[in-house]
DNA sequence: TTAACGTTTTCTTATATAGCCTGATACA
DNA sequence: TGTATCAGGCTATATAAGAAAACGTTAA
């Protein structure tokens, strides 16, 4: 079982756009534009919400959702508030997709990490423990990286969908009750 | 050697995780 | 002044976007 931390999309509003007026415009609690230290426009439609960031080509990314019905609503609201200011046309087609997943799980048991990425296998582990205090572990079957910490606690990233993180969880499960059985 | 151009890297944001380090504060 | 505790920042991972900087390569 695992919980998402934060999803991540992408979609494209296909116009180019005036950042600077875009901002000024914006009926939305939040926006911050500062070209001196990056260049996309940063828009919050509620106070500590999911963060939306809006390039010039009328590209845009949302970070920040713990769900993926957060996300889609997130997306649907910022395009309907661009609409209503004329900005696109309220049927546009934005093409959003869902790039990445963050979820968190766990083994239910404390884990030897030299252990562990010797059994796993030293082409698909990365661990250094004076760099990082996790076990990086990339299986060859998932689209996904896990962080595998020594208390069992799992951090699951790279995933496009809750199923693919889901399944590497369960991979990954698997792999340590056959080589750290007790 | 220098200029010009092309390619690559860095930056920024969100988020979980845990260990280490540093700085600030509190108390003896 | 010395020690203890706490908070915050950094480390690493993925992903999108695009500007800017830092490279590397080639030609004059």
């Given at each position: 079982m695992v919980e998402i931390a934060n999803a991540?999309?992408?979609?494209?509003?296909?116009?180019?756009?005036?950042?600077?007026?875009?901002?000024?415009?914006?009926?939305?609690?939040?926006?911050?534009?500062?070209?001196?230290?990056?260049?996309?426009?940063?828009?919050?439609?509620?106070?500590?919400?999911?963060?939306?960031?809006?390039?010039?080509?009328?590209?845009?990314?949302?970070?920040?959702?713990s769900s993926?019905?957060?996300?889609?609503?997130?997306?649907?609201?910022?395009?309907?508030?661009?609409?209503?200011?004329?900005?696109?046309?309220?049927?546009?087609?934005?093409?959003?997709?869902?790039?990445n997943v963050v979820c968190t799980g766990e083994l239910q048991?404390?884990?030897?990490?030299?252990?562990?990425?010797?059994?796993?296998?030293?082409?698909?582990?990365?661990?250094?423990?004076?760099?990082?205090?996790g076990?990086?572990?990339?299986?060859?079957?998932?689209?996904a990286v896990l962080l595998v910490f020594?208390n069992g606690n799992v951090v699951i990233t790279g995933a496009?969908?809750v199923?693919?993180a889901e399944?590497a969880f369960?991979?990954l499960q698997?792999?340590?009750?056959?080589?750290?059985?007790?």
């Amino acid at each position: 079982m695992v919980e998402i931390a934060n999803a991540v999309g992408s979609g494209d509003v296909g116009v180019e756009l005036d950042i600077a007026e875009v901002e000024a415009d914006l009926p939305v609690p939040y926006t911050e534009y500062d070209p001196e230290n990056y260049h996309g426009l940063y828009v919050r439609l509620v106070e500590d919400g999911p963060l939306i960031t809006l390039y010039r080509s009328g590209k845009y990314i949302i970070s920040g959702c713990s769900s993926f019905e957060e996300l889609h609503e997130t997306n649907r609201a910022f395009l309907q508030t661009l609409a209503e200011l004329d900005i696109i046309n309220s049927s546009i087609e934005t093409g959003f997709t869902v790039q990445n997943v963050v979820c968190t799980g766990e083994l239910q048991r404390s884990v030897n990490l030299n252990t562990l990425s010797i059994g796993l296998g030293l082409e698909v582990v990365e661990y250094e423990p004076e760099q990082f205090p996790g076990l990086i572990y990339r299986p060859p079957d998932f689209p996904a990286v896990l962080l595998v910490f020594a208390n069992g606690n799992v951090v699951i990233t790279g995933a496009a969908d809750v199923e693919t993180a889901e399944e590497a969880f369960n991979h990954l499960q698997t792999k340590v009750e056959g080589l750290l059985a007790d």
